[in-house]
């Protein structure tokens, strides 16, 4: 075992596969000896640098894309970083084209491609936009959002040995933070499986990246209380977990979805509207969406700190439909 962050382990999962696999490559913006955005490349310059498996390009996230959803066809596995998840809207053509690739040619072409982003409301300031629930609507595209370390590095090498392209989401306010401790030996976390981080009976609260600390800590004060808050992290949002989701709500019959990015058209919409086509019956209580308003980040930190639902916020929305 060792001891890594959410950084860290990001890293160690590229580095693993890039020595397992030559067909993965990373590209991006001062990914070499700079070391990326946030030392989000750190070390592998050092290691791949002189290999040509260090990609280093101009600012243009759309060209990036592009050149990366060619290679991923010509059977390379490219890790791409658009540096910030606030870029997204310059690269929302060719990563269209890529998901819809294989139904396209009728399943004759893969696109083996990771798109990396920071994101997140933290200490950096700025680009913190969470744009997730985009990427969400498209068919085809994986959505990966880790809450942990140990989730990051195995999501991470799963994304980079899946056939379809992956938007990897990777929260700024978790980066440099907690190291939390991560087996030496290879594994992989697939995609599309949600954990439950913390099991109990009265209410059931989904919780994406940032929000499952915050969902944690609300659990932990409610247990006081005598009130069991299951808390599922949904670790990848798009596909997404219904069966784990619909066996807690069925069990609980309380539901909250809480989640970084505005609670208007956000996946949390989705998420409630498929417990409640399948699972209705099992209700007691509206679900409750805890999320932040429908309006810019402001820049300002009061005003940034009220922006963003944390313990309080999610514990009042537990509070609602305990009633």
């Known amino acids: 075992m060792k001891r890594l962050t959410y950084q860290e382990a990001c890293v160690e999962g590229i580095a693993e596969e890039m020595r397992r696999d030559e067909s993965v490559f990373v590209l991006g913006n001062d990914i070499g000896a700079f070391g990326g955005a946030l030392m989000s490349h ?179 004060e409610l247990s006081r209380e005598g009130i069991e808050v299951e808390v599922i992290d949904l670790r990848t949002v798009a596909p997404l977990d219904v069966e784990t989701i619909l066996t807690s709500v069925r069990k609980t019959g309380r539901l909250v979805i809480t989640h970084e990015t505005w609670k208007t058209g956000g996946s949390g919409a989705e998420i409630a509207a498929t417990v409640t086509e399948r699972a209705f019956a099992d209700l007691k209580a509206p679900i409750t969406r805890v999320a932040p308003p429908h309006i810019p980040i402001p820049y300002s930190e009061p005003l940034n700190k009220l922006y963003l639902p944390k313990k309080v916020e999610i514990i009042q929305g537990i509070r609602e439909v305990l009633k």
């Not at 933070?177 to 009265?202: V, W």
């Open 42 to 220: 750190k070390g592998l310059w050092q290691e791949f640098g002189d290999t040509r498996r260090i990609v280093e390009t101009p600012i243009s996230e759309c060209a990036m894309v592009g050149a990366c959803t060619g290679a991923a066809m010509q059977g390379m596995r490219p890790v791409v970083q658009i540096m910030f998840g606030e870029f997204l809207p310059a690269v929302t053509q060719p990563l269209v084209e890529a998901a819809v690739m294989w139904y396209y040619s009728a399943g004759k072409t893969r696109v083996p491609l990771v798109l990396r982003m920071l994101y997140g409301i933290g200490p950096h300031r700025g680009h913190e936009i969470d744009l997730h629930s985009w990427l969400t609507h498209i068919p085809g595209l994986k959505v990966v959002m880790p809450a942990t370390p140990y989730d990051a590095k195995g999501l991470m090498k799963a994304a980079i040995r899946d056939n379809n392209p992956v938007a990897f989401f990777e929260h700024m306010n978790l980066y440099h933070g907690s190291r939390q401790e991560i087996p030496e030996a290879d594994y992989t976390i697939p995609l599309g499986i949600a954990d439950i981080k913390c099991a109990g009976k009265d209410v059931t609260v989904v919780a994406i990246a940032m929000m499952v600390p915050y969902a944690l800590e609300a659990a932990e």
